[in-house]
């Protein structure tokens, strides 16, 4: 069959859908936009007043620290969120072996932590939107949508720590052990390098001393000395 080449804004086109199409991706889509809404419905509804006062207050229970608590963590959360989605839409780019790890980790320790917060959350919401003893007209649909949102953003931020700890364990150190290999190889070859070429020395060394000392001249008697010798006997 005849391959059907594809211009490179196709193929970039092509990788996007792709990566937004990974479970992951969609993990971290969803606990970003979960966490938009939980802060979002609280800074725009979430604080009301009474009729018979001007000063606003939250509408869980009257308690500032329950909707100051919900939109920090909610912030916070869609920061994070998306910052690691750029470390995944950039991880093939990134090649060192250690930066991938640091980054896994990091990934696993805060969706630990952010599963954490949010568990802590709901129960807190929850628990302050029951106790409430005055329901705003406004602020009731904002509450609800905090408590709601923070109880879906348990499962997605358990799936994010269970994908960055499969990553971290899936991934073998294989630069580890190709620079033992290497290693290895620059020893070897340089082991064999060095007795060659002291074999090579020493080959080349004998025939030339045993050529010098072939060409050294013996010492010789002069003939007078000779003939004075035989005369004298």
């Given at each position: 069959?005849?391959r ?14 792709q ?7 969609i ?9 938009l809404i ?5 800074v725009?509804?979430?604080y009301?007043n009474l009729?018979a ?7 869980l229970?009257?308690?500032?620290v329950?909707c ?9 959360a869609?920061l ?11 991880d093939?780019?990134i ?8 980054i896994l980790?990091l990934d696993?320790?805060?969706s630990?932590?952010?599963?954490c ?6 129960c807190?919401?929850?628990n302050?939107?029951n ?5 705003y007209?406004?602020?009731s649909?904002s509450?609800?949508a905090?408590?709601?949102f923070a109880?879906?953003s348990?499962?997605?931020w ?9 990553g ?12 033992l290999?290497?290693?290895a190889?620059a ?6 390098v060095t007795?060659?070429s002291?074999?090579n020395?020493m080959?080349y ?16 008697t002069p003939?007078?000395?000779r003939?004075?010798f035989l005369?004298?006997?």
């Amino acid at each position: 069959m005849r391959r059907v080449s594809l211009s490179p804004q196709e193929q970039s086109e092509n990788n996007v859908v792709q990566f937004l199409r990974q479970p992951r991706t969609i993990a971290r889509i969803l606990a970003g936009l979960f966490s938009l809404i939980i802060f979002a419905s609280l800074v725009t509804d979430g604080y009301q007043n009474l009729t018979a006062s001007s000063q606003l207050r939250c509408v869980l229970n009257d308690n500032r620290v329950a909707c100051g608590y919900a939109i920090t963590a909610g912030v916070l959360a869609f920061l994070q969120s998306f910052l690691f989605l750029a470390f995944d839409a950039y991880d093939n780019i990134i090649i060192s072996h250690k930066v991938k790890s640091v980054i896994l980790s990091l990934d696993l320790t805060f969706s630990i932590i952010w599963s954490c917060i949010w568990f802590v959350g709901f129960c807190f919401l929850a628990n302050q939107w029951n106790r409430s003893a005055h329901h705003y007209l406004l602020g009731s649909s904002s509450a609800r949508a905090s408590i709601a949102f923070a109880f879906f953003s348990i499962p997605c931020w358990v799936y994010l720590g269970y994908r960055a700890l499969r990553g971290l364990l899936s991934e073998p150190p294989i630069p580890y052990k190709k620079s033992l290999d290497e290693g290895a190889v620059a020893l070897t070859t340089l082991s064999s390098v060095t007795t060659t070429s002291i074999s090579n020395s020493m080959e080349y060394h004998s025939p030339t001393e045993g050529r010098r000392a072939s060409s050294i001249p013996f010492p010789q008697t002069p003939r007078g000395n000779r003939l004075t010798f035989l005369n004298d006997n």
